[in-house]
């Protein structure tokens, strides 16, 4: 079932570094995922709202500090809110307190760990098709 929910799941990826945005695009891209990646926060938010993702993935630190969590804050608004995770090298616990008060759903630690990351995704997603269903 989880791989059936990867087959047709869109998700915004968001990382300013471009070979992560490129490789971690081919990964979850294989793991069935469709992708559409973007490496700066205007561009995110314009995706926002052009489209609906099941998920947004983004870095803490989006071209510049805390512009992760603006979009995680965005993405939450939504009527059809997207599951949300939110990557981050050395993350404070007090950045990691703002990303859980706006109920970002996820936090993934950088080096990420590409099976927990895809995994996750996954779980996720399945959930939120489901409460929608629901």
Known sequence: ML??????????????DPNVLYTLTGILE??????????????????LRQREFDAVMTELGLEMEDQGLELARQAKKLPSS???????ANPT???????????????AFKPLDVEEVTSALKRLIARRTDMAQA
């Open 82 to 88: 997207p599951v949300v995770m939110i990557c981050a």
């Open 3 to 16: 791989t059936s929910v990867a087959t047709r799941s869109y998700i915004l990826l968001a990382e300013s």
């Open 30 to 47: 294989e793991a069935g995922f469709k992708v559409w990646g973007v490496s700066r926060f205007e561009e995110a938010r314009k995706s």
């Open 93 to 107: 616990v007090e950045k990691l307190r703002s990303a859980m008060a706006l109920g970002v759903d996820y936090a």
